[in-house]
C-alpha cells in the first residue's frame, strides 16, 4: 500500500520553543492531509485539515496560530507547534488521502514532549 | 459525516474468532464503511473497507447488512499481536472533507 513517512518520530523540546513536524506522502500525490492528536488511551482527535495550495481548516478549538499547518506540495505537508507549552506534549499524527480518495494512508506518528 | 458506536472493550483468547460490531444509523448513500487498527504509538492501519454485503482480504472479513446501517469486522483465530483498538469510520468514497474517528474497540487477545 501507499506509504506516509513522519518525521520525527520523537523529539523532546523545551518550553516556550517551536518544533515542525513533516508529513510526506511517499509514493502517491496527497491533495488533501489530515492532521491528529492522541493522548494516551484515547481516540485520533482530528485537528485540521490541510489541502494543497490552500490554508487549512482548522477544527473547532484548535488554535490556528499555535499549530501552523503548511501543504505546500503535494507530498508535503508540515505542522509546526509554536511556542510549545507542556500541555502540547501529546501523540501527533499524520493521514494523507490517496489517489482515489478513498483510503486514508497514515504516518507512523510523532511523539512531542514539551519540557 | 455519519457518527459512529462500537464497544468500548472486548476480551478474546487464541485461536477464537472475534467479530466488532459498529452501528452506523445515518450512513449515507456514498458512505463506504472502513476499519482500522492501530498499536500504541503507532498510526492506525487500514484493515478493510466495504460498501455492501461482505468483503474479505488476507486479514479480515467485513460483513455489511442490506440496510447498511451496521457493519461487522471479522477477525479470524486472532493470535497475541491483534491485541490492538479498532476502528470503524464512515466517510464518502471520494473527496473526504474531513475524516473523523470515534472511540474504537480495545480488543485484548489473552493466552
Known amino acids: 500500500g501507499a506509504v506516509v513517512s513522519q518525521h520525527p518520530s520523537r523529539v523532546i523540546c523545551k518550553s516556550g520553543t517551536s518544533v515542525k513536524i513533516e508529513c510526506r506522502s511517499l509514493d502517491f500525490q496527497a491533495t488533501t492531509m489530515f492532521w491528529y492528536r492522541q493522548f494516551p488511551k484515547q481516540s485520533l482527535m482530528l485537528m485540521a485539515t490541510?489541502?494543497?495550495?490552500?490554508?487549512?481548516?482548522?477544527e473547532q478549538g484548535v488554535e490556528k496560530d499555535k499549530f501552523l499547518i503548511n501543504h505546500a506540495s503535494l507530498t508535503l505537508s508540515t505542522l509546526t507547534v509554536t511556542s510549545a507549552h507542556p500541555e502540547d506534549s501529546s501523540f501527533y499524527i499524520c493521514s494523507a488521502l490517496g489517489t482515489m480518495n478513498t483510503e486514508a494512508f497514515f504516518g507512523q506518528g510523532t511523539r512531542l514532549t514539551v519540557v | 459525516l455519519a457518527k459512529t458506536t462500537q464497544p468500548i472493550s472486548m476480551d478474546s483468547y487464541e485461536g477464537q474468532e472475534v467479530n466488532i460490531t459498529c452501528s452506523h444509523n445515518?450512513?449515507?448513500?456514498?458512505?463506504?464503511i472502513t476499519w482500522y487498527q492501530q498499536f500504541p504509538s503507532q498510526g492506525p492501519r487500514f484493515i478493510i473497507q466495504g460498501y455492501k454485503t461482505k468483503v474479505t482480504n488476507e486479514v479480515a472479513s467485513l460483513f455489511i447488512p442490506a440496510d447498511r446501517k451496521s457493519s461487522t469486522l471479522s477477525l479470524p483465530r486472532v493470535s497475541l499481536s491483534d491485541t490492538a483498538v479498532y476502528y470503524c469510520l464512515v466517510a464518502p468514497n471520494s473527496g473526504y472533507s474531513t475524516l473523523t474517528f470515534g472511540k474504537g474497540t480495545m480488543l485484548l487477545v489473552s493466552p
Open positions: 445515518n450512513i449515507a448513500t456514498n458512505d463506504y
Open positions: 490541510s489541502n494543497e495550495g490552500s490554508k487549512a481548516t482548522y
